[in-house]
Every structure is written in C-alpha cells, then in structure tokens.
C-alpha cells in the first residue's frame, strides 16, 4: 500500500513481526560468533531500529537476542 509523503504518522520500516524473526536470527547467531562480534551486531542493530522507531525498547530487544529467551513473551 501506498504512503503518502506528507502524513502525520509515517510508517516504520519495521513491524514488531520483524524485530522478533532478528532477535531469533541472533539467538542462532550466538551459537557461532565470538560474544565480542555478537554484542556490536545487536547494539548496532538496536541503534538502527531506534533510530526508525521511537517506541522501540532496545533493552527488550537485546534480551530478546539472548540464546532461550522467549521473543513472544511480553
């Protein structure tokens, strides 16, 4: 659907489905790259999202990444 430049409201590029299909991407990726790595992809990652929505909870987030956590879980 199309977005009209001037509205009041521009959508986020991202929806909460997408923020949960990274974090689980990141859970797996933390099985096979060094805690160093790891850390500065979901604190770079968490910046870009903030930067895009201003109700995204970054420290939400970065839980979210941590291998078992339960992404759904509110």
Request: hydrophobic share 45%; net charge positive; charged share 30%.
């Amino acid at each position: 659907m199309a977005q009209a430049n001037d509205s009041l409201f521009p959508r986020n590029k991202f929806a909460k489905r997408h923020y949960e299909a990274i974090a689980l991407a990141m859970q797996d990726a933390r099985r096979s790259t060094a805690l160093d790595q790891w850390l500065c992809i979901v604190n770079c990652l968490a910046d870009a999202f903030a930067a895009d929505n201003g109700m995204f909870k970054r420290e939400r987030f970065k839980r979210a990444c941590e291998p078992g956590a339960n992404v759904r879980a509110r």
